[in-house]
């Protein structure tokens, strides 16, 4: 054997070189990826809000917090993007594919407008709707062609619903599919009865389309197929649209498929009921692939409901799909897609759509520990830090609208020990001064999300009984402790009561909990099915056994409201106080068993705007009474008090003592309890407020809330001061 020369080793190589830069990668979203795939350093997300609103039927975008695909911030202050001029003039289920060369975007969607049945009713939009797809063209994202309407329906078609795309390579095409109920040909009114199916149809240029066939006719009514496509396989993801009923349990739900070959009319069987347990129903699947990991992600459009609600996986052969835990979405997002794109891409979406001329759109630097809040109105931004990071050499990122400068540039460090001003020059010439504030947060207390705090200070050490949140609907079925000896540094003693298997006459929704001593025994008043419970227990810390087997407030009684949110408080001859309610607010003497009243002695003391989360305190003889106005999911939510002569009153309403901080992110700050000091007179007010947004959190919401601590503090005629809620949180807190 000759050996090998320099040239017969460099020829083998060139060759296996050429090939791999010819070869395309596997497949990132829906839709095939360029030849030479960039990196990604982010996602751009379309969609429509539905038709409860006159512009809910058009094309938003949404882009991601860098390449966390679950948290997204909106672009043009939420507002279309997109806007349709023809056809049914409604825009749904917006689809949008990069072209296999990386040169081009197409961006597709449904003709039908559904707001105040303007197309029609849901019946007559499938028997005589759009035969056709709406289509523009764009090389950035940014500038798109004029909208054309392309028929792609065949007549005997009554809708032409969720189109979308994918590059096949062994066809050299892009194959077009979405769903359609097709009449007979004897039929041309489309009187009689029939199912939706789902057609495909090829293009090398949306413009020219071959004729449709059906592509996916399992001999019921099914919608909204969207196509990932993993090394040699696509898996398909589609609603199957039948009634819910005992034969087809999985209605409503997403079916997972694979095949080897995109246009084939037999794919095989992963999965069904994809979303049950989740959701109460689901349509509009979108799928793509993470940037950065091996694992894919399914966003999922409960309809009726949530919207779109994110699921992911690491197998797609599994057909199993977990629901995301933390995650930040648009406000009411309806079937979209979600398209990687490079941080040039990234970039020029972010500068294009501005909220005003010479706006600050995002701020970001190192230790940041929530996303910054921009404040348009009063050209502020405030950075959330983590408690150590150091404000004295901190070089932050502005990004700005297209063509703006600003100064000093971008990346400069500064000392921001103290806000700094920076001058933002737009492409106009419009000139604003932004001030921007880092602020070092020791926010929330508690690790995660707890809601509905009860603190007390009990054995000398403070301790917090909350809500544990985070659950759709408050389901919850856990409480926890936490106890601290400075307010500051906690301790969570773990689950002290569980509903399953503590609990014999509820199961869920566990809220809103209280805790009082009594002889050396600690009694736990809950929430549990919008009734109140108690529980007792030797120690704080539990753990504690329902003491009557049954509620102490039951619903369905003579009250009025919800029985939830008990508080009570104890007087100085050693009285105690159970306070409660939601809509209507009681109060009632506790028998000196803790566990029992007199029904009879139940007051009605509802002030005005009460809405739940009573707490009553005593200082220099005075009685105060507080309380929570409007509602836990808005972020009007609120702390309001009264003052009286006794814990029966009469109150005499005096105003609101804590409210929301917007400019910093401070939302929905309620449900309060309030501890003294033992020998001083100082007071704490512990609350709940929206979930602060930041990296791998749950967008703050309702059910999604953080608990903190501020300082309340009394004027000299003995009123409340208004509370300033603060991300910085208090120092630690010292006993005398």
Known sequence: MRPRTARTLLLPLLALLLGLLSAPPSTANSGAPPVNKPKYAGYLFTYFTGEGTADGEQIRYALSRGNDPLHWRELNAGKPVLTSTTGEKGLRDPFVIRSPKGDKFYLIATDLRMYRNSSGSWDHVQRHGSKSIMVWESTDLVHWTDQRLVKVSPDSAGNTWAPEAYWDDSLGEYVVFWASKLYADDDPDHTGSTYNKMLYATT????????????????????????????????????????????????????????????????????????????????????????????????????????????????????????????????????????????????????????????????????????????????????????????????????????????????????????????????DGTRRTWTVEAVRTGSPVLPGLNADPDVHYLNGEYWIYPTTDGFQGWGGTRFKAYSSKDLVHWKDHGVILDLGPDVTWADTYAWAPAIAERDGKYYFYFCAEQQIGVAVADSPAGPFKDALGKPLVAKGGSFQGQMIDPAVYTDDDGTSYLYWGNGHGYVVPLNDDMTSYDPAKVKDITPDNFREGSFVIKRKGTYYFMWSEDDTRSENYHVAYATGPSPLGPWTKKGTILSKRPEYGILATGHHSVVNTPGTDDWYIVYHRFALNGPGKAGGDGMHRETTVDRMEFAADGSILPVVPTLEGIKPVRKN
């Open 204 to 427: 090398k240029d949306f413009r020219t389309f071959s004729e449709p066939k059906v592509w996916d006719d399992p001999g019921y009514s099914v919608i909204d197929s969207t196509v990932v496509k993993h090394k040699d396989t696509y898996y398909r993801y589609t609603k199957d649209e039948r009634d819910p009923s005992s034969s087809s349990p999985c209605s409503k739900f997403i079916t997972a498929e694979k095949s080897t070959s995109l246009t084939s009319t037999k794919y095989d069987f992963v999965a069904d009921c994809v979303g049950s347990g989740a959701m109460s129903r689901g349509e509009g699947p979108t799928v793509f692939k993470s940037n950065t990991e091996e694992k894919w992600y399914l966003f999922i459009d409960e309809y009726g409901g949530r919207g779109y609600v994110p699921f992911e996986t690491t197998d797609l052969d599994s057909g199993q799909w977990t629901p995301s835990t933390n995650y930040q979405l648009p406000a009411s997002p309806r079937h979209g897609t979600v398209l990687p794109v490079t941080q040039a891409e990234y970039d020029r979406l972010l500068a294009a759509y501005p909220v005003g001329p010479a706006s600050v759109v995002d701020v970001t630097a190192k230790d940041q520990k929530g996303y910054a809040i921009v404040t348009e109105a009063s050209s502020k931004v405030v950075l959330p830090m983590r408690p150590d990071a150091d404000l004295s050499r901190l070089a932050p990122k502005l990004a700005i609208g297209e063509g703006a400068s600003v100064s000093p540039g971008s990346g400069t460090r500064r000392d921001f020990r103290k806000p700094q001003t920076y001058t933002v020059t737009a492409a």
